[in-house]
């Protein structure tokens, strides 16, 4: 019953942009987690950027530090959509993007604390 649909991969110019959506259903973004990740080829998927969503402490946000001043995560609660905005991409940012959530409050990079998967999109940077 829970569902992540991910959108707006696609092919870009070195330099350009790409706004990625994760379409959530069957859950809220209260007491969780969700990320982006990526896996490019013959590499392990990594950790992209994540939501801590806490009404206690308040919503928190982690990036990694090779996407840090290029990449913004955002919400819209009304969508129940999860975005990635991704500038200034380079080659090497070239992978298959999934939006992840975890099943409860959690506060990890690592891929295997987070429970739900979107299939991915792909993007493509050329240079």
């Known amino acids: 019953q829970v569902q992540l649909v991910e959108s707006g991969g696609g092919l870009v110019q070195a330099g350009g942009s790409l706004r990625l959506s994760c379409l959530a259903s069957g859950l809220t973004f209260s007491s969780r987690a969700m990320g982006w990740f990526r896996q490019a080829p013959g590499k392990e998927r990594e950790f992209v950027a994540r939501f801590i969503f806490n009404s206690w402490s308040g919503s928190r946000i982690y990036y990694a530090d090779s996407v840090k001043g290029r990449f913004t995560i955002s919400r819209d609660n009304a969508k129940n959509t999860v975005y990635l905005q991704m500038n200034n991409l380079k080659p090497e940012d070239t992978a298959v993007y999934y939006c992840?959530?975890?099943?409860?409050?959690?506060?990890?990079?690592?891929?295997?604390?987070?429970?739900?998967w979107g299939q991915g999109t792909q993007v493509t940077v050329s240079s």
């Open positions: 992840a959530a975890s099943r409860g409050l959690i506060d990890n990079n690592s891929d295997h604390a987070y429970d739900y």
